[in-house]
């Protein structure tokens, strides 16, 4: 595997982590939410993640597995990878509390809310179990951003820029509890990059621990679950918070848009 491919993956996902600081910056700096903006971008990122999942990598994935084990062994294998990687995100999303989990829906206008700072005052006080588990979470986002760009560039790019723009409202929920709960702007601006440079951390793992002896069936075990992973990502994320943050139909417009700019890009650079 070419040095300059893995130090490109490795680059398209420092890039996605760190957006998290776009979303720590907007509640410091900013006095609203645009809710029309984040519910058509975060439907535009579920919409890249599933097409591509289910058009790109799933296929790969079973081309390679079946090319290894032959037609049904691969085929089985590979959707049963699928599921794996569902089941692993939700065991992990189900392990994390509901109010440490990055992922629960916080705007900008939180940052005058007295009464949520209460709130905050009291369950953040184990600031470091917090990191930690916004670490977890967003550990194997970090690791299908990684490997579907060790696979093909362009699809890497794409699944960047939509682990991007997800990471955006990430950035601010994080960085409001942990604001009220130390009193500190920098200290909350830090542990929201903290929170995205798990993903680059989980490359890191992942690329030691499984590139060491890769082949086409750890490739094809590890793509499928990817693209596993990847669509529980939309599904019980992206798109409810879409839907949460505007109206019903922006989060759909936006979903179709990130389809077809998917597609489009697949076909150009094919």
Avoid: C
Avoid at 4 to 17: D, N, S
Avoid at 121 to 147: Q, S, W
Avoid at 153 to 182: D, F, K, M
Avoid at 202 to 210: Q, R
């Amino acid at each position: 595997m070419e040095t300059q491919t893995v130090l490109i993956a490795f680059g398209l996902t420092l890039f996605a982590g760190l957006s998290t600081g776009i979303g720590s910056a907007l509640a410091f700096f900013t006095r609203k939410t645009n809710t029309r903006f984040l519910s058509l971008a975060l439907g535009f990122s579920g919409g890249v993640m599933i097409y591509v999942s289910f058009v790109e990598i799933f296929v790969k994935a079973n081309d390679a597995l079946t090319a290894s084990l032959g037609e049904t062994m691969g085929y089985w294998i590979t959707t049963l990878s699928f599921f794996g990687g569902i089941l692993a995100i939700a065991i992990i999303d189900k392990l994390i509390p509901s109010f440490e989990n990055p992922h629960e829906i916080r705007s900008v206008e939180d940052m005058d809310d007295k009464e949520q700072a209460g709130k905050y005052k009291k369950l953040y006080r184990m600031g470091m179990f917090t990191a930690l588990a916004i670490a977890i979470h967003n550990f194997p986002e970090g690791l299908a951003t990684f490997a579907a760009a060790l696979s093909d560039t362009t699809v890497g790019l794409s699944i960047a820029i939509a682990i991007a723009i997800h990471n955006i409202p990430e950035g601010i929920a994080v960085s409001i509890p942990v604001y009220y709960a130390t009193g500190d702007r920098k200290k909350a601006f830090l542990y929201s990059m903290l929170s995205g440079l798990s993903e680059p951390v989980g490359a890191l793992i992942g690329y030691f621990i499984l590139f060491s002896f890769f082949n086409d069936v750890v490739f094809g075990v590890l793509f499928a679950s990817v693209a596993g992973i990847m669509v529980f990502i939309s599904l019980d994320e992206l798109l409810p918070l879409a839907r949460e943050y505007g109206e019903h139909h922006l989060s759909v417009y936006g979903l179709i848009a990130g389809m077809m700019v998917m597609a489009l890009s697949l076909l150009l650079f094919a």
